[in-house]
């Protein structure tokens, strides 16, 4: 298409843009001044107007062993010639099973069945529901409420939402979140911990926090606690409570 000034190709291009709605993106502003990217080999993103980009952070954390692996796309390829898809639902792969068992065998020994999902926000709002329900099956109803962590990320599901601590993803929705929920502190003091080699030796005391939220009576309320070993999506923070959190809830 032949433009006659730049003004009318900007509005083209973002006339283009304008019906995907991109998440976490300042869409107005994307479309404005779009940034494409049109192919990917290795380590290297390739953008539409022929750049090399570093990709530092493996694609959202998923793409670990380089992107285009040719072992990848072949072994995509090859289930894709012979089932591209079957129900879950009353049928059964035996991919999937072979997969499960698997992922039990390098998983932490109580940790032995699997139940699979398509994301992690999916992932986060299934675990909740399971616990839920399994609460619910053996007669404690009573325990409804989760607990998470400030900063915490645990996808945008409502569940995921509701025991996630970052401020700006609640904002919208915060009457409509799951009730009850708290957030124990997070674990990030730069005074305490700058510089430290491997686990910073401070921070032990924070899962004093979830010991107060369990205590007096309240321990019966609580379905589940959710917080991640080590935190990425608000800030990276590495979590010395965690072994002390499991040890505090099995208590409770
Ligand atoms: C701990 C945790 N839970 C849930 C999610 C959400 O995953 P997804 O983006 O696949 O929905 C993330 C994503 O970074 C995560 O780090």
Not at 32 to 41: D, G, T
Not at 51 to 76: E, F, M, T
Not at 95 to 102: H, I
Request: glycine share 10%; proline share 5%.
């Amino acid at each position: 298409m032949e433009f006659s000034n730049k003004a009318d190709e900007d509005h083209a291009i973002a006339d283009k843009l304008e019906a995907l709605w991109m998440p976490f993106t300042h869409n107005r502003l994307f479309k404005q001044k779009p940034r494409l990217i049109e192919k990917a080999s290795g380590m290297y993103y390739e953008t539409s107007d022929g750049r090399k980009v570093l990709d530092g952070i493996s694609g959202l954390w998923c793409s670990n062993v380089g992107h285009n692996h040719p072992k990848i796309s072949q072994a995509v390829k090859s289930q894709l010639d012979v089932l591209d898809f079957s129900p879950p639902f009353q049928v059964g792969h035996g991919l999937g099973f072979e997969l499960a068992n698997e992922l039990t065998k390098i998983a932490p020994a109580s940790l032995d069945h699997v139940f699979f999902t398509n994301s992690g926000s999916e992932a986060c709002d299934t675990a909740m529901k399971i616990a839920l329900a399994y609460h619910q099956g053996r007669g404690e109803e009573s325990r409804y409420r989760f607990i998470g962590r400030e900063k915490g990320y645990h996808g945008v599901g409502f569940g995921g939402i509701s025991v996630g601590g970052i401020e700006a993803n609640r904002k919208p929705y915060k009457k409509a979140l799951l009730p009850d929920t708290k957030h124990i502190c997070h674990t990030h003091n730069l005074s305490e911990m700058a510089f430290s080699k491997g686990q910073p030796r401070w921070g032990a005391h924070l899962a004093d926090d979830l010991e107060e939220l369990l205590k007096e009576g309240a321990a019966s309320e609580v379905a589940g606690v959710i917080i991640e070993p080590m935190q990425g999506s608000a800030g990276a923070r590495a979590s010395d409570p965690y072994p002390a959190g499991r040890a505090a809830c099995c208590r409770y």
